[in-house]
T-cell receptor, first 114, second 112 residues
Framework: EAGVAQSPRYKIIEKRQSVAFWCNPISGHATLYWYQQILGQGPKLLIQFQNNGVVDDSQLPKDRFSAERLKGVDSTLKIQPAKLEDSAVYLC????????????FGSGTRLTVV | LAKTTQPISMDSYEGQEVNITCSHNNIATNDYITWYQQFPSQGPRFIIQGYKTKVTNEVASLFIPADRKSSTLSLPRVSLSDTAVYYCLVGDSQTGANNLFFGTGTRLTVIP
């Protein structure tokens, strides 16, 4: 079974630039999550999708972060403009509808903002 | 939201049994306890989940006392490859509520 695919693996940008991350969940997983993990901390949920609809985006900094999942499969997370404090690993996870634990995570995109 | 408290770090020698305890004093009736493992440069990986008493799988055992205010993840005979961060989560597995929130975890270092 293919896992959750994320790209790019690493990204370095200057502050105030924009950046986008891509996630392809496991086939058949209707629920998709984006997490932000700052060094030394646990992952923090940013947004949860079910199919192409947003379930929870209460912790997404909407002034600079946006996410979409237009066809209910792939998803893109964007930051514009980036700040130094956005340096983190951005993790994508997916699960079946009604599966409330054991989500499958991707390996993440490590973002460095300089 | 049931807050969890874990030790920040633990060291163990290879071949020993490791027990990591998580405190969750405000656990609700419908809450389950879930543990994840995270290696460097990877996303978290599900290890085990339980509601009460004892659960065992091929990787670990989970011990939950009757009052459910704490739980202990037990890793038998650890090897160097078990060096990782271990997260305890408490959430409602019937609705998904609070199952998405990670704490700071316990960094386990296995020493040769």
């Amino acid at each position: 079974e293919a896992g959750v695919a994320q790209s790019p693996r690493y990204k370095i940008i200057e502050k105030r630039q924009s950046v986008a991350f891509w996630c392809n969940p496991i086939s058949g997983h209707a629920t998709l999550y984006w997490y932000q993990q700052i060094l030394g901390q646990g992952p923090k949920l940013l947004i949860q999708f079910q199919n192409n609809g947003v379930v929870d985006d209460s912790q997404l900094p909407k002034d600079r972060f946006s996410a979409e999942r237009l066809k209910g499969v792939d998803s893109t997370l964007k930051i514009q403009p980036a700040k130094l404090e956005d340096s983190a690993v951005y993790l994508c996870a997916s699960s079946f509808i009604g599966q409330y634990y054991g989500y499958t995570f991707g390996s993440g995109t490590r973002l460095t903002v300089v | 939201l049931a807050k969890t408290t874990q030790p920040i770090s633990m060291d163990s020698y290879e071949g020993q049994e490791v027990n990591i305890t998580c405190s969750h004093n405000n656990i609700a009736t419908n809450d389950y306890i879930t543990w994840y493992q995270q290696f460097p440069s990877q996303g978290p990986r599900f290890i085990i989940q339980g509601y009460k008493t004892k659960v065992t799988n091929e990787v670990a055992s989970l011990f939950i006392p009757a009052d459910r205010k704490s739980s202990t993840l037990s890793l038998p005979r650890v090897s160097l490859s078990d060096t990782a961060v271990y997260y305890c989560l408490v959430g409602d597995s019937q609705t998904g509520a609070n199952n998405l929130f990670f704490g700071t975890g316990t960094r386990l270092t296995v020493i040769p």
